[in-house]
């Protein structure tokens, strides 16, 4: 595990240490937490932009269509 130090004005720093109480977990605790979800999303992110790269837009238009008709039909 590494040690970084991070530098943020006071009012976001309060604000990180209020949610961190609230959660009941350390500010570490807390960044680690973000620091995964923001490196998941990108991830996710950099998938869908590769298979866009390599895919059919004719193919993810007819997926798209399909799933707007299922969630049509199944909000009923």
């Known amino acids: 595990m590494r040690t970084i130090t991070?530098?943020?004005?006071?009012d976001l720093?309060?604000?990180?240490?209020?949610?961190?109480t609230e959660r009941k977990v350390s500010i570490s605790k807390l960044y680690e937490e973000l620091s995964a979800?923001?490196?998941h999303g990108y991830d996710a992110e950099m998938r869908f932009r590769t298979r866009v790269a390599d895919g059919s837009p004719k193919k993810g238009l007819a997926i798209l269509d399909k799933l707007d008709k299922h969630y049509v039909e199944n909000r009923k």
Do not use: C, N, S, T
């Open 13 to 20: 720093h309060q604000g990180i240490k209020l949610l961190a």
């Open 6 to 10: 991070l530098r943020l004005p006071d």
């Open 37 to 39: 979800v923001l490196l």
